[in-house]
Each structure stands twice: as structure tokens, then as C-alpha cells.
């Protein structure tokens, strides 16, 4: 039976992973996780929900053996066609895995680093997420690192653009700790939103805190690249003040995503 995901693995990077905004938001988590990189372990990676495989294709290029996954076969096929188009078959290997039914037996190896982009792990409940936090340190090296990219329950951006349209349900939607469906090009997507606290505190007894940072706190989300398409010069401003800002812990849970990096105690 197809996912939610499957419909749109074909124009998923058209229009999110290669729009402008899209990119500058990805482009902030990758330079992060390259800064992270000198204090792994090791360069064993297993990264959840990697959609068509982007990420792992830059951080193949940078040194990382990835272990690609997701619940969607349509996605992990546009995954491994990127890992053949660019020789990456040694690097890149893929395979499915639903979060809401983690199995840390599924694998034969333990990891430097896992990671999740741009609210994968959004789309599993409150129980399914804490319960992977919890199991991931069963597979991790020690001195591993786990990086979530996450949707917060306020969007300061997303906020005042549907108060100017008056839609004050879409203003306020992530004020909720209940199951949200949103509409993604026609199908219903099940989302929950996330206190970077509440990360906090599920993986508090396996990790520690080494960073919170937000992403898309000056930058726009990527749904309003239609706008911004005629506008590249205030774009352009807003990603140099999305740098200064981006160090700004505090700025985390109003901004359209944010990093957690949580290292194994």
C-alpha cells in the first residue's frame, strides 16, 4: 500500500529540495553537521526518513558510509538512482523502516551519527518518538551524536503570514500537542509539532545536550517561494541576518525548524 510520501517523490526535490529557500535552509544544516564532523567517532551514519536522498549524497561526497532510510519505497528509489547517478553505491546503501515500529535488531552495525532533515521525525506520534530516543543508543557507537532537524509548535514566520490572509486556524495550527493532517499536494499528512523541552527531556536519561539552533527564524519557509521568487534581494538579506541569528539558542522554538544535537552519554 503506497505512503503519503510516495505520491510526491518524483517533484519532491523540484519543489522543496532545489527552491531557493529550500536551499538555503538545507545548506544551514549541512555546514552544521560538517562543523560536527571532527568530533565523531567514526563515519558510520544512518539517517531516518531521508527522503530522495540529498543529504546523503552531500555527506557521501564528504566521507560518511550511509545507511538511507524511510517508509517510503518511491522515495528510496529516487534515493538509490542519486547514489548510481553519482557512483555513490559504496557509500550509499538504503532501506525501509518505519519509525512508529522501530526495530533496533534491524541492523548488523552501530552508527556515529544519526540524523533526520527537515521534520521526518515530525510525522511520527509523541509514544513512537520518545520510544526511538530511547532505542537509538542501542545502536550507536559510544561518543555517538543523534541530529534531529524539527518542526516547533510556534513558526513565527508562519504566523503572521496567515493572520495577514486571516486563516487564523492554518496561523495557529502547531498550537497543539494532537495529531494535525496537512495537505501535501493532495494527500493527508499526519503531523505532530515538537518543543525542542520535550526533546529535551525524552532523551535527557541517554544524551546530552550539545546545541540547539534554529533554522528558518529570518529565512521564510518554503512555501512561500512563489513570493520570494520576485523579491531575491530581500531573500538574500534575510539569509545573511538568518546567519547571525542561527546562534541564538533562545530563537529555536519560534523558528520554522530547529537542530537538536544530542551526543550518547
Known amino acids: 500500500m503506497a505512503v503519503p510520501f510516495d505520491h510526491i517523490a518524483s517533484v519532491y526535490d523540484s519543489t522543496f529540495?532545489?527552491?531557493?529557500?529550500?536551499?538555503?535552509q538545507r545548506k544551514r544544516v549541512w555546514g552544521y553537521v560538517e562543523k560536527v564532523m571532527?568530533?565523531?567517532?567514526?563515519?558510520?551514519?544512518?539517517?531516518?526518513?531521508?527522503?530522495?536522498?540529498?543529504?546523503?549524497?552531500?555527506?557521501?561526497?564528504?566521507?560518511?558510509?550511509?545507511?538511507?532510510?524511510?517508509?517510503?519505497?518511491?522515495?528510496?528509489?529516487?534515493?538509490?538512482?542519486?547514489?548510481e547517478q553519482y557512483s555513490m553505491q559504496n557509500r550509499i546503501s538504503s532501506h525501509y523502516l518505519d519509525l512508529e515500529s522501530f526495530d533496533e535488531t534491524l541492523f548488523d552495525k552501530k552508527f556515529d551519527l544519526v540524523f533526520s532533515n527537515f521534520g521526518g521525525l515530525n510525522c511520527i506520534n509523541p509514544e513512537s518518538l520518545k520510544t526511538l530516543l530511547q532505542k537509538l543508543p542501542l545502536i550507536m557507537n559510544p561518543g555517538g551524536r543523534f541530529i534531529g532537524v524539527i518542526m516547533p509548535k510556534f513558526c513565527a514566520w508562519e504566523t503572521v503570514f496567515f493572520i495577514l490572509r486571516l486563516q487564523f486556524r492554518k496561523a495557529f495550527r502547531r498550537f497543539t500537542s494532537k495529531e494535525v493532517s496537512s495537505n501535501l499536494h493532495g494527500t493527508n499528512v499526519r503531523t505532530w509539532y515538537y518543543h525542542p523541552s520535550q526533546i529535551k527531556k525524552w532523551a535527557k536519561p541517554q544524551f546530552r545536550v550539545v546545541a540547539l539552533r534554529p533554522?528558518?527564524?529570518?529565512?521564510?519557509?518554503?512555501y512561500l517561494e512563489n513570493f520570494f521568487g520576485f523579491h531575491k534581494r530581500i531573500l538574500l538579506a534575510l539569509n545573511a541576518v538568518e546567519r547571525t541569528f542561527s546562534q541564538f539558542t533562545s530563537l529555536a522554538g519560534i523558528s520554522d525548524h530547529f537542530i537538536i544535537d544530542l551526543r550518547l552519554r
Request: hydrophobic share 40%.
Open 38 to 83: 571532527p568530533d565523531l567517532p567514526g563515519f558510520e551514519m544512518l539517517e531516518l526518513n531521508c527522503g530522495t536522498g540529498e543529504d546523503a549524497v552531500i555527506f557521501g561526497e564528504k566521507g560518511f558510509n550511509i545507511l538511507a532510510t524511510d517508509i517510503s519505497s518511491e522515495m528510496l528509489k529516487v534515493t538509490n538512482r542519486k547514489a
Open 17 to 24: 529540495t532545489r527552491s531557493v529557500i529550500g536551499q538555503m
Open 215 to 222: 533554522i528558518g527564524v529570518a529565512l521564510p519557509p518554503s
